[in-house]
């Protein structure tokens, strides 16, 4: 007899730990609401009652659900949970949004440490009221603008941690990395099929025979941003993953979608929540509710934020409310406004009257984590411009601020400058191509920022806005990198040198000095301080920004995606610009199709 029957048998002196009285319970495996009792002996459901008083001892935690109902506790189905703050740091909002299983990428130190990262992120989310399951990243292996960072050895140490605990497979790929092509980061896909992992699809703009190919290598995909792409997305066999967090709102495609999928088929997640709004508890309680409130069946909600991404990804004993599943329970007041009561977590009490029970944990970070930032002693406001000979007849190719994550391509007539540097192949000294910020043309710059190297790139951007000063981050999307955008180069200079100062983060320049800065030393992308020190700082950044004249959404989430070539538009590399779709690097000169001949690059050699 093991440890559960006891309390399930109801025998004499057979107490619970924990119940739940009163409540509804949904009950996953009916999809129906049943008006039971839910009893629990450690970190399992032991049985769903009639009446649970038999069981209730001196010793017994009683939540009390009447008139409220009880479900199992949220899973969000793809999220960051290592950007911007930590996973611990979020912990008490994630829990406060009825939260208690994450499906996260490992996009801080996974992307930048590969297996020893996400050997970090595993001992640092053990343990956590929030049961935390980690994708490795692709992207080290990743060869389609420049030459993958990680060797056959990473790969292999990469694929190994596919046999983890809580390593549910592969995390998101970028549909351009392999469709029509064989690159090294296939053998960690082939890995993660071979021990019953999943692969995570990126598949922004896929569609077609390329979507009929993808499907070939994912199993689910988060990307879709309209009714029709998910319903191609599930006729190809396709696992769809709506998301409604800081960035996208995709659900009301889903909800227009939805008569036409089979429900059993959907998840539901964030795919990232600001620390302003985990501050607030915004989270998958919301997510439900908005999915109940555009039209989607509450039953069919649920579902997606629970069983069906642990059908998915392979959580096992997540996901439901019976017998011998874990104790991850939820008290909402109703089903249309979610509003998060109680939450159990494997058993324990960890959110009451709807705040969290629960601290963070304050454990410093391993030193070889916060040593990612620097760049050249010596970098000079030329770093920051152009050569002159890039673009003979003074007419650049360069990025235009889209919508969203996009940057598309244009051309923009930047100023001619003078300033301190080496001359160039082919440009007199100090003839340089730099920003006009009267006509709305900034420079963007990109430095490989892991070794210290004087490797990079300087393309220029419209549509930003910016008058005065610049802006640098390390926070830069599937890159190891340092971007700037500058009105002025000798601003760049300083706000780049205040990041690698910082070992990672923001900083604003303006007029020579620092008028805004935010520390991320976790890769470089993240930070460990306490979650409204880092909220206070993002509108710090946001409002000299403002300051500076910039008026777009999001100008922060802009820099951070400059580089990332999982929208499929004109980005930055090292070396040049990624035209995505065309998967070629192309330079500056707009009458250039391919290479980067007339791209300047001062590395002699690749990392």
């Known amino acids: 007899m093991n440890e559960l029957q006891p309390v399930a048998l109801e025998r004499d002196e057979a107490t619970a730990d924990l119940v739940v009285t009163g409540g509804s319970v949904y009950g996953s495996n009916r999809r129906a609401v049943l008006e039971r009792d839910v009893a629990v002996v450690g970190d399992r459901i032991a049985a769903l009652l009639d009446d649970a008083d038999a069981v209730v001892g001196p010793e017994t935690t009683v939540i009390d659900a009447s008139g409220r109902y009880v479900l199992p506790g949220l899973i969000d189905a793809h999220t960051h949970a290592d950007l911007k703050v930590t996973p611990e740091r979020a912990v008490p909002g994630t829990l406060e949004s009825g939260t208690t299983s994450i499906v996260t990428e490992t996009s801080g130190l996974g992307l930048h440490f590969g297996a020893r990262g996400v050997e970090t992120t595993l001992e640092r989310t053990a343990g956590s009221p929030v049961t935390t399951y980690l994708a490795v990243p692709p992207q080290p292996f990743v060869d389609t603008f420049e030459p993958p960072r990680g060797d056959a050895d990473a790969l292999e140490d990469c694929a190994d941690l596919l046999e983890r605990d809580r390593v549910i497979g592969v995390g998101e790929i970028d549909w351009i990395h392999v469709v029509g092509h064989e690159p090294p980061l296939s053998k960690l896909v082939d890995a993660a099929h071979d021990s019953g992992g999943v692969v995570v699809g990126h598949g922004a703009g896929c569609r077609g025979d390329s979507l ?151 454990d410093p970070y391993p030193d070889y984590v916060t040593e990612m930032v620097s760049i050249d002693d010596g970098v000079g406001e030329d770093r920051f411009t152009a050569p002159a000979s890039a673009a003979p007849d003074g007419v650049v190719r360069a990025l235009a601020v889209g919508s969203g994550l996009v940057t598309t391509e244009t051309v923009a007539e930047p100023a001619v400058t003078t300033v301190e540097g080496d001359a160039v192949a082919g440009g007199a000294a100090g003839d340089r191509l730099g920003p006009d910020p009267n006509a709305d043309v900034l420079t963007a710059t990109l430095l490989d920022r892991t070794p210290a190297t004087d490797r990079g790139f300087t393309g220029f951007l419209t549509g930003f806005g910016l008058e005065s000063g610049a802006v640098a981050t390390s926070a830069t999307w599937e890159r190891i990198g340092l971007t700037t955008v500058a009105a002025d180069p000798a601003d760049a200079v300083v706000a780049a040198r205040r990041v690698a100062e910082l070992n990672g983060g923001f900083a604003v320049a303006r007029d020579g000095d620092v008028v805004a800065d935010l520390e991320l030393p976790v890769a470089g992308v993240a930070s460990n301080a306490p979650l409204e020190d880092v909220a206070d700082g993002y509108e710090a950044l946001e409002d000299a920004l403002r300051r500076g004249g910039v008026e777009i959404d999001d100008p922060l989430v802009t820099l951070e995606t400059l580089t990332f070539p999982g929208v499929p538009a004109l980005k930055l590399t090292p070396s040049g610009y990624a035209d995505v779709l065309g998967q070629q690097v192309v330079g500056l000169d707009p009458e250039t199709e391919a290479g980067a001949a007339d791209v300047e690059s001062d590395s002699e050699s690749e990392t």
């Not at 998958?284 to 629970?306: K, S």
């Not at 909402?332 to 009257?353: C, H, I, K, R, Y």
Request: net charge negative.
């Open 212 to 362: 009929r190919a993808f499907a070939t290598v994912v199993d689910n995909d988060h990307e879709a941003i309209a009714a029709e792409g998910m319903r191609e997305r599930a006729a190809a066999g396709v696992h769809v993953v709506g998301r409604c967090g800081s960035n996208r709102d995709d659900l009301p495609a889903l909800a227009a979608a939805a008569p036409d999928l089979d429900p059993a088929s959907v998840s539901l997640s964030t795919d990232g929540i600001d620390p302003d709004e985990l501050l607030e508890g915004v989270g998958m309680a919301d997510v439900v509710a908005r999915a109940i409130e555009l039209g989607i069946p509450a039953q069919d909600a649920i579902d997606a934020a629970t069983r069906n991404p642990a059908e998915q990804f392979g959580l096992e004993g997540r996901g439901r409310i019976a017998a011998g599943a874990y104790a991850d329970l939820l008290v909402v007041d109703d089903l249309e406004s979610m509003g998060v009561e109680t939450v159990v977590a494997n058993g324990e009490v960890v959110v009451a009257d709807g705040s969290a029970t629960v601290a963070p944990s304050t």
